[in-house]
């Protein structure tokens, strides 16, 4: 998939597979020592309030589910030019009540937040745009996800060299919700010479819900 610059909703995958291929880098990057530190963080993780990435520099995203059929994706990336338009765009125009607001006009009164889309009734939505923006940062941030090939390019350093097949693999468990701890363990490779901490993935892994679906029901999109 490409996505448009502005982005457009269309150009947004389903949640569940951009949450599954969003949540097996979290899970592949888990450590007990990240879980337990205070502070700021980087990388891709998951907690309470959903999955994060955070480059610590040009671009920062959360991705939470809120209630059944309901998702919401804000963030940052520095390609966006929302922020700094000549007119003032209101991010959250035409939102849904269930939006997390304190969470966001936090952001926007720290001059932190870059776009804000949203997903219900089957479908992605933003506020609208005037016609002179030219990037809202959501390709520059989101198409390492969106695009199924970067988002494989992702795990390569942290599974078993093999051309691919390892990748492969979880990428179409996790995307089928049926990814175990045992083919984890089975293809996760040292990082930066460190064993994989598969205590702490594996319970990224159960907190993303990876594996509580069948191969009948897998989303598709």
Same mark, same amino acid.
């Given at each position: 998939?490409?996505?448009? #610059? !502005?982005?457009?909703?269309?150009?947004?995958?389903? !949640?569940?597979?951009?949450?599954? $291929?969003?949540?097996?880098?979290?899970?592949?990057?888990?450590?007990?020592?990240?879980?337990?530190?205070?502070? /700021?963080?980087?990388?891709?993780?998951?907690?309470?309030?959903?999955?994060?990435?955070?480059?610590?520099?040009?671009?920062?995203?959360?991705?939470?589910?809120?209630?059944?059929? $309901?998702?919401?994706?804000?963030?940052?990336?520095?390609?966006?030019?929302?922020?700094?338009?000549?007119?003032?765009?209101?991010?959250?125009?035409?939102? !849904?009540?269930?939006?997390?607001?304190?969470?966001?006009?936090?952001?926007? &009164?720290? =001059?932190?937040?870059?776009?804000? /889309?949203?997903?219900? =009734?089957?479908?992605?939505?933003?506020?609208? /745009?005037?016609?002179?923006?030219?990037?809202?940062?959501?390709?520059?941030?989101?198409?390492?996800?969106?695009?199924?090939?970067?988002?494989?390019?992702?795990?390569?350093?942290?599974? #078993?060299?093999?051309?691919?097949?390892?990748?492969?693999?979880l990428m179409e468990h996790a995307e089928g919700y $049926?990814?175990?701890?045992?083919?984890?363990?089975?293809?996760? &490779?040292?990082?930066?010479?460190?064993?994989?901490?598969?205590?702490?993935?594996?319970?990224?892994?159960?907190?993303?819900?990876?594996?509580? $679906?069948?191969?009948?029901?897998?989303?598709?999109?």
């Open positions: 998939m490409t996505i448009q #610059r !502005p982005g457009l909703p269309g150009d947004l995958p389903s !949640p569940e597979v951009l949450w599954a $291929r969003w949540a097996l880098v979290a899970v592949l990057e888990a450590t007990t020592e990240a879980e337990e530190a205070t502070g /700021y963080r980087t990388g891709c993780w998951i907690d309470d309030e959903g999955l994060h990435l955070d480059d610590c520099g040009c671009t920062w995203w959360t991705f939470s589910r809120v209630g059944e059929g $309901r998702y919401v994706l804000f963030g940052e990336d520095e390609s966006s030019g929302v922020k700094w338009h000549g007119s003032p765009i209101d991010m959250l125009a035409g939102g !849904p009540d269930w939006l997390p607001y304190e969470e966001l006009r936090d952001r926007l &009164a720290g =001059n932190e937040l870059g776009c804000v /889309y949203w997903y219900e =009734n089957g479908a992605w939505a933003r506020a609208p /745009y005037p016609e002179d923006l030219k990037d809202d940062g959501l390709d520059c941030g989101m198409s390492r996800f969106v695009d199924r090939d970067d988002a494989l390019s992702l795990l390569d350093d942290h599974v #078993r060299y093999d051309g691919g097949t390892s990748a492969e693999t $049926r990814l175990t701890p045992e083919l984890l363990a089975s293809l996760a &490779a040292p990082a930066d010479g460190t064993a994989p901490d598969l205590p702490a993935m594996t319970r990224a892994l159960h907190r993303a819900e990876l594996t509580s $679906r069948t191969a009948a029901e897998a989303p598709t999109g």
